[in-house]
């Protein structure tokens, strides 16, 4: 953008200028920084002390907050024109929300003293903000509200980590590997049967079976068999367990899958169909020998079960918040664009667990905390995890481009991978071999891919694997340094994964030297830690940084991925069902509801009202009964009342009626009736005056909460809706109501049905929220 366009833009199309003269906009701009920022770069983050008010100068980026759960909820959209850091310059308070880059935005910051100066002493400036900041908090607390799972507001799972839902039976989260197959089996009503497995088949003569639940661990031994029989090998495994933990495909409800590679395309768990497999399939260029076995595990468990949900979690989803600058290698940029060549991510599952059980063991939202995750185990990554979000990891094109690994799986820069698939002529597959032959631990230390192998060959001064160790320890420890650095800091420092959780020696020197940084182990914690239930601090207690040893649990967070994802789905097919949007209309002509006390005044004492038919509405039907309205200048006569019985009398006429009677009610919803005008009522066997109680309804929508979710509203949303017809209508101001005992149905009263030609029966759509209050 020119210099001569920007200082146009600034006067045209930034509201908050427009009561400024164009000299003093000219001084806010000359005394602001301009700045670029990529794609799921952080703008500003939630933490931060208020230094600037920025304005989005093109490009487009979101204001957002991270729940306890991990999961973003996005309370404004920003696009060229707009503010953002509000609340924060306004108060000098630390910022409560992120605002994170869209694509690759140009931003003006004004520094505070600039704001201060010229900003702050323009009233009408200041009106625009507060009015600015009111509608994003409204928008804060309803997100944050609403975003709350049931078992995210309960105190023993404030983090919704549980798997409790309200349909019984079993989800298994199914993770087919290469030389091991990991599952387990959750109960849905009860937390505590959780079982796991390891299907352990690298050694071709013999297979290792080994299931856990609890404390209670089994082993069986057998000969090799096929995929197609894992669920009955699975059954027979449990069985070990004893009767009440055994497998039973019948009592499956969902299956989670989790699959190595998801590339550019999945940035979450999806529900599996035959195109999410063909794209799976695809992306096996960079995935040779993951992504086809993930695909053949997930082809067996659809044959057997074919009536339940099956789900792809996968490994990179997590990454996929990575900005360019962090997924990108200095190679030729087109290897990105046409190859797909750039840092993916793995182990995202294994991550995010860790990052949500870090919130949960340290009481502190995610949405606050800057976490390094080390996943240290048959592979091996570190995550730096800011603010709920991965902003980079050690992990790249493949699952071998990362740490020295301590198992087969290696390191390999990927330049030289460039260089031999494209000048070599290798094939991915030959590629993987080359990477998976004498690469990691074994390949440097020559004896063992076990850390404790290793560990002991080092203790009695073996070089080779003293320098294995070494090298491993170092890569841990540099990468920690580097992600500190990357985030500006550091709250949670998480060791997971079988070389993370049994491994004191990696541990220790992984924080050695990392003192100043607020790393401070206790080494006495740290040694004697011994087997980890769900986790353990061993930071010392005047440690600024946690650190945390966590059990790995892929598996649950594949399953409670998989029963995000169910969800996600079933509504947005709703959404999209042809009937879905649709929403009867129902014309309301005046009526009465009466409290019993009016009911034995106007009908005699004891009288019960006697219904002569339902009505739309669930227990609602209208009544044989019939009272005159008597107003100050006249009467209706007839007025149908409704039942059953309420505790309060409500007269509900139309807007051309109040003339009639001579007196005014305001538009109000049911039940709202402070300050409304009274009216008499007559019946057979007398009268009553009520003090209050007659209005004009507000048009409303009845609809339960399985509606509110397909229509993407709340109790309280003020909606538009269009009303087919004749003469189509867009009303307005229509009032949504949610509760269990609704049925669907928009109420408009007589009045408003004669002025669109609308009877009973025909159809309306919301066209858009209009208020979220």
């Not at 353990?536 to 440690?543: E, H, L, P, R, T």
Request: charged residues 20%.
């Amino acid at each position: 953008m020119s210099e001569i366009d920007l200082k146009q833009f600034f006067l045209e199309q930034v509201r908050l200028f427009e009561h400024f003269p164009a000299d003093k906009v000219d001084d806010i701009v000359s005394q602001g920084q301009l700045a670029s920022y990529e794609g799921n770069e952080a703008i500003l983050e939630t933490g931060d002390d208020s230094k600037y008010l920025g304005v989005l100068i093109t490009g487009h980026a979101e204001i957002s907050v991270t729940d306890n759960t991990g999961t973003r909820s996005v309370l404004s959209q920003l696009g060229p024109g707009d503010v953002f850091g509000v609340m924060s310059i306004l108060t000098g308070e630390r910022l409560s929300a992120d605002v994170i880059a869209g694509n690759r935005c140009y931003v003006l910051l004004i520094p505070h003293a600039v704001f201060n100066a010229h900003i702050l002493t323009n009233p009408k400036a200041i009106a625009y903000l507060s009015r600015l900041l009111l509608d994003r908090m409204r928008n804060m607390s309803l997100d944050i509200v609403a975003g709350q799972t049931p078992s995210a507001a309960k105190s023993d799972d404030p983090y919704a980590l549980s798997l409790v839902t309200g349909q019984p039976g079993k989800v298994v989260a199914l993770n087919v590997g290469v030389s091991q197959i990991h599952f387990g089996i959750y109960d849905t009503k009860d937390m505590g049967s959780d079982v796991h497995g390891i299907v352990d088949n690298a050694d071709p003569a013999v297979v290792c079976i080994t299931v856990m639940v609890g404390s209670q661990v089994k082993t069986q031994m057998r000969e090799p068999f096929p995929i197609s029989e894992l669920f009955r090998v699975m059954q027979e495994a449990t069985h070990l367990l004893g009767d009440a933990f055994t497998f039973h495909p019948e009592d499956v409800t969902a299956v989670g899958h989790r699959v190595v590679h998801g590339g550019s395309k999945f940035s979450s768990a999806v529900v599996i169909t035959p195109q999410v497999i063909a794209e799976i399939e695809a992306l096996s260029v960079f995935a040779p020998l993951h992504n086809p076995v993930n695909v053949e595990g997930i082809r067996m468990a659809m044959k057997q079960l074919p009536g339940v949900p099956h789900v792809a979690v996968f490994d990179t989803a997590f990454h996929q918040t990575l900005p360019p600058y962090a997924y990108l290698y200095g190679l030729p940029y087109d290897l990105y664009k046409q190859e797909g060549i750039r840092r993916y991510g793995f182990h995202g599952t294994s991550h995010r667990y860790v990052s949500l059980k870090a919130a949960e063991v340290v009481q502190r939202p995610l949405g606050e905390l800057e976490v390094v995750s080390c996943h240290l185990g048959i592979g091996a990554s570190l995550c730096a995890i800011d603010h709920g979000r991965s902003v980079d990891t050690t992990m790249g094109m493949t699952p071998t481009d990362g740490l020295i690994m301590p198992s087969r799986s290696g390191s390999i820069d990927p330049a030289v991978m460039i260089h031999l698939m494209q000048h070599q002529g290798m094939s991915p597959e030959e590629l993987s071999s080359l990477i998976n032959t004498g690469s990691g631990l074994k390949g440097i230390s020559g004896i063992s891919s076990n850390i404790h192998d290793i560990e002991t060959a080092a203790s009695n001064g073996h070089h080779r694997a003293l320098l294995a160790h070494k090298a491993f320890c170092y890569q841990v420890r540099k990468n920690i340094g580097a992600y500190v650095a990357a985030m500006g800091g550091i709250d949670v420092l998480a060791f997971t994964g079988d070389v993370g959780e049994t491994s004191a020696t990696v541990r220790s020197l992984a924080c050695q030297g990392l003192g100043y940084m607020g790393i401070k182990l206790d080494e006495e914690k740290n040694r004697n830690l011994g087997l980890v239930g769900s986790h353990a601090i061993i930071s010392a207690d005047d440690s600024p940084v946690t650190i945390i040893v966590i059990t790995n649990d892929d598996e649950r967070l594949v399953a409670w991925e998989t029963l995000r994802a169910i969800e996600r789905n079933q509504l947005l097919l709703e959404a999209r069902a042809e009937d879905a949007p649709a929403i009867p209309i129902e014309i309301s002509a005046h009526h009465v509801h009466l409290c019993q006390a009016d009911v034995d005044k106007l009908f005699g004492p004891g009288h019960q009202l006697t219904p002569e038919h339902e009505l739309s509405q669930p227990g609602q039907f209208a009544c044989a009964e019939k009272v005159h309205l008597v107003g100050p200048k006249g009467r209706i006569a007839n007025v149908r009342v409704l039942g059953p019985t309420r505790k309060e009398t409500q007269v509900e006429i139309a807007m051309t009626e109040q003339f009639k009677v001579g007196i005014q009610p305001p538009i109000r919803e049911s039940g709202d009736l402070v300050n409304t005008p009274g009216i008499t009522l007559e019946g057979p066997a007398g009268s009553t005056t009520i003090e209050r109680g007659v209005i004009c309804a507000q048009r409303h929508i009845h609809m339960t909460p399985e509606d509110a979710l397909r229509f993407r509203v709340r109790d309280k949303y003020i909606v538009r809706v269009r009303i087919e017809g004749e003469r189509e209508l867009i009303f307005g101001d229509v009032v949504v109501r949610v509760n269990p005992a609704y049925r669907l149905a928009m109420h408009i009263d007589t009045d408003e049905g004669n002025a669109g030609n609308i009877r009973t029966g025909m159809q309306g759509f919301i066209e858009e929220i209009q208020s979220r209050l």
